[in-house]
C-alpha cells in the first residue's frame, strides 16, 4: 500500500508537468559515486518516460583537475575559476565532451532511453564571450555565456534526452571553459524551462552552514538577493543562478542533494521535496 499511496502522490505532478522542460545541472557526489550515478541515469530515463523533457547539463571539474595533474599541467584557480590558457580548455574539452558526457549517455541509454551528447560546438548550441577574474586579471579562456540556440534543442529533445557539457565557443569559434552552473541556468533561460534542478553536495541552500538539518525550504527570489552577498563558498554561485533563472521566466529553481539516491524525484514528484526551492515573489 505503501508503494501505490506513493505513486497516488506523484501522480498530479506527473500531469502538470507533462509535456515541460526541466533543465538538471548535474555535478558533484551524484557524478562521482557509482551507484548514484546508476540512480542518475534510471530518474532521468523515468523522467521521460513519464512525459517530461529532462535536459541535462554537466561540469567535471576534479575530472579535469585529475587529468591535468597526469599530464604535469599546472593547475590555478581564480576566485573559483580555473585559469585556462589553450592547453587547459584543450585537457577540459577531451575530458568533458568525450569521457564524461559520452559515459552519462552511455549509462542513460543502458537505462532504456536514447541520450546525445552535445557541447556548444555543436550546432553552434552556446556562443561564450571571455571574462575576467573579479580583480580584472586575465584568466584565459574563461567564458560567459551569451546565446543558447534553442532551436537544436528543441530538435533534439523531441525524441532524446540531450546531455550538455559546458564548454562554449566565443563568435571567433574559439573553445571557451564555462561555469556549468551558469551554463545550465542559460539553457533554462533560453528554454523556458518549468524547472532548473541543481544537483549539489548539501542538503539545499542552509539557514546555518554547519547544520545540514536548518534546510530553508523555499525561498523568493528577493530572499534569496538580498542574502548572497552574505553568502561564502559555491553555495553563492549557485543561489544566482537559481535568482538569475526564474527572473528570466523559470518558474522555479532547486538545490537538490545529489548524495540522497533519488533526491531528483522526490523533489519534483512529492509534496515534501528534499531541497530548497527558489520561487519569484510574491
Known amino acids: ?51 517530461l523533457n529532462p535536459i541535462v547539463v554537466h561540469g567535471g571539474g576534479p575530472e579535469i583537475t ?16 580555473r585559469k585556462s590558457d589553450a592547453e587547459t580548455v584543450e585537457v577540459a574539452k577531451m575530458v568533458l565532451v568525450g569521457k564524461v558526457n559520452k559515459d552519462i549517455v552511455t549509462r542513460i541509454g543502458r537505462h532504456g532511453q536514447a ?18 577574474g573579479p580583480g580584472g ?21 523531441a525524441d532524446y534526452i540531450p546531455v550538455i557539457a559546458s564548454i562554449a565557443a566565443d563568435a571567433d569559434g574559439c ?26 553536495d548539501v542538503a539545499g541552500w542552509l539557514a546555518d552552514a554547519a547544520n545540514d538539518s536548518s534546510v530553508i525550504s523555499e525561498a523568493t527570489v528577493g530572499e534569496v538577493t538580498d542574502a548572497i552577498p552574505g553568502i561564502e563558498g559555491g553555495m553563492a554561485p549557485k543561489l544566482k543562478a537559481c535568482a538569475d533563472a526564474v527572473l528570466s521566466g523559470v518558474r522555479s529553481a532547486h538545490i537538490v542533494d545529489g548524495r540522497v539516491e533519488h533526491s531528483l524525484l522526490l523533489e519534483i514528484f512529492t509534496v515534501a521535496g528534499c531541497g530548497t526551492k527558489i520561487v519569484p515573489d510574491r
Open 1 to 51: 500500500m505503501r508503494d501505490i499511496a506513493t505513486l497516488l502522490e506523484a501522480l498530479p505532478y506527473i500531469r502538470e508537468y507533462q509535456g515541460h522542460t526541466i533543465v538538471i545541472k548535474y555535478g558533484g557526489a551524484a557524478m562521482d559515486d557509482p551507484k548514484l550515478r546508476e540512480e542518475f541515469a534510471r530518474d532521468v530515463v523515468l523522467l521521460k518516460y513519464v512525459g
Open 66 to 81: 585529475h587529468w591535468m595533474e597526469r599530464l604535469g599541467l599546472p593547475v590555478e584557480f581564480v576566485a573559483g575559476l
Open 137 to 157: 586579471e586575465d584568466i584565459g579562456n574563461v567564458g560567459r555565456i551569451t546565446r543558447v540556440d534553442s532551436g537544436v534543442l528543441d530538435h533534439i529533445a
Open 175 to 200: 573553445s571557451m571553459n564555462v561555469n556549468a552552473d551558469e551554463a545550465a541556468a542559460a539553457v533554462a533561460r533560453a528554454l523556458g524551462a518549468e524547472k532548473i534542478i541543481f544537483l549539489t
Open 115 to 132: 541520450a546525445v551528447g552535445l557541447c556548444g560546438d555543436d550546432g553552434n548550441l552556446l556562443t561564450a564571450e571571455r571574462i575576467q
